[in-house]
């Protein structure tokens, strides 16, 4: 599960889950492979605008033979490499292969959209608004304020939008709202007033029967 949706993966496959996204193995004796944590500071700008900048959820990514045995030979070395007494120390080679793999990670989702349409000026512009979408969530909800920050107008906005994801930009403002109220319920065990004095809400009663209607949280 991440982010309260069920993700299938298939072997042979790849797939990465964001340090914000909230996730669950739910049926851990049907799984068998890999498992690596990455420090964020290892992971190239570049490479973080493809992980990051998708507004609908990433999909699993089907490795080809050839590419399941690089990565499955990458992985090994970097398991003997932390392994290794001298490495505890000096880390520097954990932390190349470390990069080595997420470099031909992000150049398999690179190619790969997953149902996305191909890199475009409009996909590059969603991508620019999930990532403002992201950093400004408590701030700014507002279609016209988004459309200001990137430079373009709000029809332009939504146009992009539409055509990248097939949904204007009101419904991902509302979407990245909820699924920050969902993630905050999840892990702070935080109840609807307490969400109401983090985010500033104007009433409390507002943003109880705006859950109501898309969210189950606790009381």
Same mark, same amino acid.
């Given at each position: 599960?991440?982010?309260?949706?069920?993700?299938?993966?298939?072997? *042979?496959?790849?797939?990465?889950?964001?340090?914000?996204?909230?996730?669950?193995?739910?049926?851990?004796?049907?799984?068998?492979?890999?498992?690596?944590?990455?420090?964020?500071?290892?992971? *190239?700008? +570049?490479?973080?605008?493809?992980?990051?900048? &998708?507004?609908?959820?990433?999909?699993?990514?089907?490795?080809?033979?050839?590419?399941?045995?690089?990565?499955?030979?990458?992985?090994?070395?970097?398991?003997?490499?932390?392994?290794?007494?001298?490495? =505890?120390?000096?880390?520097?080679?954990?932390?190349?292969?470390?990069?080595?793999?997420?470099?031909? /990670?992000?150049?398999?989702?690179?190619?790969?959209?997953?149902?996305?349409?191909?890199?475009?000026?409009?996909?590059?512009?969603?991508?620019?608004? =999930?990532?403002?979408?992201?950093?400004?969530?408590?701030?700014?909800?507002? *279609?016209?304020?988004?459309?200001?920050?990137?430079?373009? @107008?709000?029809?332009?906005?939504?146009?992009?939008? &539409? =055509?990248?994801?097939? /949904?204007?930009? @009101?419904?991902?403002?509302?979407? +990245?709202?909820?699924?920050?109220?969902?993630?905050?319920?999840?892990?702070?065990?935080?109840?609807?007033?307490?969400?109401?004095?983090?985010?500033?809400?104007?009433?409390?009663?507002?943003?109880?029967?705006?859950?109501?209607?898309?969210?189950?949280?606790?009381?």
């Amino acid at each position: 599960m991440v982010d309260f949706h069920e993700i299938e993966i298939q072997a *042979p496959s790849l797939y990465y889950i964001l340090p914000t996204q909230v996730h669950n193995r739910m049926r851990n004796e049907l799984a068998n492979g890999w498992f690596i944590a990455v420090d964020t500071s290892l992971i *190239p700008r +570049e490479c973080r605008n493809v992980f990051e900048g &998708k507004l609908l959820l990433q999909s699993p990514f089907i490795c080809s033979d050839v590419q399941l045995r690089q990565f499955r030979d990458l992985l090994c070395l970097l398991r003997e490499k932390q392994e290794d007494e001298a490495e =505890k120390f000096l880390c520097s080679g954990s932390k190349w292969l470390a990069q080595s793999f997420v470099g031909m /990670f992000n150049a398999c989702y690179s190619d790969f959209r997953g149902g996305d349409v191909k890199q475009s000026d409009l996909a590059t512009l969603a991508s620019e608004f =999930k990532k403002l979408l992201v950093g400004h969530l408590r701030t700014i909800r507002s *279609p016209s304020a988004y459309a200001a920050k990137l430079n373009v @107008s709000e029809s332009y906005l939504n146009e992009a939008l &539409k =055509k990248t994801t097939g /949904f204007p930009v @009101s419904y991902w403002i509302q979407q +990245e709202l909820m699924m920050e109220a969902k993630r905050l319920l999840y892990y702070r065990q935080l109840n609807v007033r307490r969400l109401r004095i983090i985010w500033a809400m104007k009433t409390i009663l507002i943003f109880h029967a705006f859950s109501e209607r898309r969210l189950a949280y606790r009381h």
